[in-house]
C-alpha cells in the first residue's frame, strides 16, 4: 500500500469524526462506504477537498466517498487497520432504522445492490474471458471442440453457472439468514435432478426462475429459520432448524417460489424484448440518456438481475450495449470541459478521471466533474442518449455482463465489435459537442474551485 493511500485513509478518518463515529466500514469497485454514529460531525467539503477524493454521496447516516477503482479497496483495508472493524460487517440495527426512511423503491434497489455488487469482480472475470474466448474463435475459425476452446468456456461459465448459489449466499446475508443455507436455497433452482420431477402433471426445469427464483427462495429460507428458531429449544438448535428450514422451502420453492420466479422472469425479459425492438432508437435514447442518474445513486446494480435474465432466455444482452453508452457520453463531456477551462484543479481531475471512465468506471467522472459542474452532467445524458440510440438501431448486444466503456467489446456477439466501438466514437462527440457548446461556460471554474475547497 502507497503513502498517498494511506494519507487519504488518515485524513478520511479524521474529516468523518473519528474512529469512534464509524459503526460499519464497506468497499465496492469505487467507493468506501461508512455507516455512522453521528453523521452531524462529517465535515463534507473537507472530505471533498482531499486529494484523490472523486466526491462523496451522503444519505442519512450512511455516507459513500467515491475514489475509483483499486484505490478503495486499499484505502478501506487501511481504515480497517485503524479502526479495527472487519470489512464488509454486516450493518448495524440504527443503521438499518435509517434505510427504513428511504422510499421503498430506492430501498428494494438498495437492497440488490446489497446482494450483487460483491459478486461483480467474479461476474466481470467470467464475462471478459468468454468474450476473449469468442473473439479468438471467431478471428482465427479455431474448433470449438477443442481442448484449449472447451477449457477456456468451462473456466469463463464457473461463475454464471452457479450464480444462483452466490446469490443465494448474498440474499441470506441482506436479510438476516444463515448464508450456508440461502446459497443451498439458490441451489434449489438449478439442481440437474429436478428435471426427473413431475408435480401436478408438469415436469420441473432446473433453472427456471433464474436469478429472480434464486433471490426469492434465499429470502423465504431466511424467513423460515428465523421464525422456527423462535419455537426449538437452544440445545437442539443446529439439528432442527437447518434441516426443518431446508425441507420446508424446498417444498415451497417447487410448489410456488419457482413457477412465480419464472413468470416474473419471463415478464421482464419479454417485455424488455418488445420494447427495444418496438421502441427502437427511441427507446435506446431514453434508456442511455437516463441511466447516469442510476449511477450516481449506487442503484445501478440493481438492474443485475434484469441482465442475467435476459442472457438467460435469450443468449443475449442488447441493454448492456445502450447502457454503455452513459459512460461514453460522459468521457464526451468531460473532454468538452477539459478544452474550456482555465481551471488547473479541474484539469488535473479530467486527467486522472477520463482513462478510467473510457475502462468503464464512471463514478471520478460524475462526482469530480460532470455534477458538480451542474449543466455539463445533463449534455453528458445527452450524449448518451445519442449513443444509445445507435446501438439501438443496430441491435448490438454481449454474449456476457462485465465492464462497460471500450473493455466491453470483448463481450460483444461475434462481427459486432467494430459497431459498438463506433457507437462508442458517437457517445464521444456527441456529449463533447453538447458540452462544448450548452453546457459549459468559464464561469463555472470559479464555482468549482469553490466546491473543492469548501468556500
Known amino acids: 500500500m502507497s503513502e498517498e493511500e494511506r494519507e487519504i485513509a488518515r485524513s478520511i478518518l479524521e474529516k468523518v469524526g473519528g474512529v469512534t463515529n464509524i459503526d460499519t466500514l464497506q468497499h465496492c469497485m469505487t467507493r468506501i462506504r461508512l455507516t455512522l454514529h453521528d453523521p452531524d460531525r462529517v465535515k463534507e467539503d473537507e472530505i471533498r477537498a482531499i486529494p484523490g477524493v472523486a466526491g462523496i454521496v451522503h444519505s442519512s447516516n450512511q455516507l459513500q466517498i467515491i475514489l475509483g477503482p483499486g484505490t478503495a479497496a486499499q484505502v478501506a483495508r487501511e481504515m480497517a487497520e485503524e479502526t479495527g472493524l472487519k470489512l464488509g460487517e454486516v450493518r448495524d440495527p440504527e443503521a438499518e432504522k435509517q434505510d427504513r426512511s428511504r422510499g421503498p423503491v430506492q430501498r428494494f434497489l438498495r437492497k440488490l445492490a446489497n446482494i450483487f455488487v460483491p459478486l461483480i469482480p467474479a461476474i466481470i472475470a467470467g464475462g471478459i474471458i468468454m468474450g476473449l474466448t469468442n473473439t479468438v474463435v471467431y478471428s482465427f475459425d479455431l474448433d470449438q471442440e477443442s481442448t484449449l476452446v472447451l477449457l477456456l468456456n468451462a473456466i469463463s461459465k464457473v461463475v454464471f453457472t452457479y450464480l444462483a448459489v452466490f446469490v443465494g449466499i448474498n440474499t441470506a446475508r441482506e436479510f438476516g439468514g444463515t448464508p450456508a443455507l440461502g446459497g443451498v436455497a439458490g441451489g434449489l433452482i438449478i439442481l440437474p435432478e429436478i428435471a426427473d420431477i413431475t408435480l401436478f ?255
Open 201 to 455: 402433471g408438469t415436469a420441473l426445469v432446473p433453472g427456471r426462475g433464474g436469478l429472480i427464483g434464486a433471490l426469492l427462495a434465499a429470502w423465504f429460507i431466511s424467513l423460515a429459520e428465523r421464525n422456527i428458531r423462535r419455537f426449538v429449544p437452544k440445545v437442539i438448535d443446529i439439528m432442527v432448524t437447518p434441516p426443518l428450514a431446508l425441507l420446508v422451502t424446498g417444498v415451497i420453492t417447487y410448489l410456488v417460489l419457482q413457477p412465480i420466479g419464472g413468470w416474473i422472469s419471463d415478464g421482464i425479459t419479454q417485455g424488455l424484448t418488445a420494447l427495444m425492438d418496438k421502441g427502437g432508437i427511441v427507446a435506446g435514447a431514453v434508456l442511455a440518456g437516463t441511466f447516469l442518474p442510476l449511477v450516481m445513486t449506487g442503484l445501478h446494480h440493481g438492474l443485475i438481475p434484469i441482465h442475467m435474465e435476459l442472457l438467460n432466455k435469450t443468449g443475449l444482452d442488447p441493454l448492456w450495449t445502450i447502457l454503455a453508452m452513459a459512460g461514453a457520453g460522459q468521457v464526451g463531456a468531460a473532454l468538452a470541459v477539459y478544452v474550456k477551462t482555465r481551471s488547473q484543479t479541474l484539469k488535473n481531475v479530467i486527467k486522472g478521471a477520463v482513462p478510467v471512465g473510457m475502462l468503464g468506471i464512471g463514478e471520478p467522472l460524475i462526482f469530480g466533474v460532470t455534477l458538480p459542474l451542474g449543466r455539463p452532467f445533463v449534455t453528458a445524458c445527452l450524449g448518451a442518449a445519442v449513443g444509445g440510440a445507435f446501438q439501438a438501431a443496430l441491435n448490438t448486444a454481449t454474449v456476457a455482463i462485465g465492464i462497460s466503456g471500450i473493455p466491453a467489446v470483448l463481450l460483444m456477439q461475434p462481427g459486432q465489435s467494430l459497431l459498438y466501438l463506433l457507437g462508442v466514437l458517437i457517445a464521444y462527440v456527441a456529449g463533447f459537442a453538447f458540452t462544448y457548446l450548452f453546457g459549459f461556460h468559464r464561469e463555472m471554474d470559479q464555482n468549482y474551485e469553490s466546491q473543492r475547497i469548501g468556500v
